[in-house]
């Protein structure tokens, strides 16, 4: 067995180990991961983020809450890791997220800073030229992965990669795992409200994003939140674009 096949061996037997009786579905199968990775790896958190579409994004899984606002800090903002990952189909390795991510992530780099977060990885997750989202891993202040970490760190980006195809395969009779369809039902509404600003200010599709994401930053909302209040009748971005 190579040191990889070990690796990989070692963590099937954590994932295994800490799967609950309980367990339903890819979703909470996803969770376990982000769990388990955090604490192999001496994490602050973890996610793993799905992108059906250009601007779409659904946060599918987290270890914690502080995880979540962390990533969807990004989303808020228009710029991180997760997105980049995403979008170039690489990963995204900053082991000091100060010195050289702020020039990179001027936004969100200070709106995380609180959190304690110093270094951040992002894995995207995907089978040749299909891609579903991205595995971020946060790293506390002082610390980074060492090349033996960054390679365990692959493993779980390619574990969460299986499960994903577990829950979605295409053309094989089977409808998409509830988890995943619940979790990206999410978008409708930040679609639904992006059309509804762009009617109601008279504004680009594009430019209804941007108001959205800047009065989500403003009021201290995160952009989904601020879409159903949308969608409901109860919100609406100023006309003045803060």
């Known amino acids: 067995m190579t040191d990889l ?15 609950r009786a309980d367990e339903r579905g890819v979703v909470e199968a996803l969770g376990r ?12 958190g973890s996610t793993v983020t799905l992108m059906p579409g250009v601007g779409a ?11 979540r606002r962390i990533e969807e800090a ?17 990963p995204v390795l900053v082991g000091d ?8 992530w001027p936004g969100w780099v200070p709106a995380v800073s ?16 299909t891609i579903f989202g991205v595995l971020t891993l946060y790293v506390g202040t002082g610390h980074r992965l060492d090349a033996e970490g ?4 692959l493993i779980f ?22 988890g995943l369809d619940a979790t990206l039902d999410t978008n409708a509404y930040v679609y639904q409200a992006q059309g509804m600003v762009m009617v109601d200010l008279g504004i680009s599709l594009p430019e209804a994003l941007a108001r959205m994401r800047a009065h989500a930053w403003a009021t201290g909302r995160d952009l989904t939140t601020l879409a159903r209040e949308i969608v409901e009748g109860r919100a609406m971005p100023p006309r003045d674009g803060r």
């Open 57 to 67: 994004h659904a946060v599918s899984a987290v270890s914690s809450e502080t995880a």
């Open 97 to 104: 997220i100060e010195r050289s991510g702020l020039q990179r």
């Open 74 to 90: 990004q989303f808020g903002l228009g710029e991180g890791p997760t997105r980049d990952a995403f979008t170039s189909r690489r």
């Open 157 to 178: 980006s390619e574990v969460a990669t299986e499960y994903l195809l577990d829950g979605s395969m295409p053309g094989d009779g089977h409808a998409l795992d509830p």
């Open 5 to 19: 096949q070990s690796m990989r061996h070692r963590i099937d037997e954590l994932l295994r180990h800490e799967r």
């Open 114 to 129: 609180e959190t304690g977060v110093g270094a951040v990885y992002a894995f995207p997750l995907h089978v040749g030229a």
């Open 33 to 44: 991961l982000c769990r388990t990775v955090c604490a192999d790896l001496d994490l602050l």
């Open 150 to 153: 960054l390679q365990r760190a």
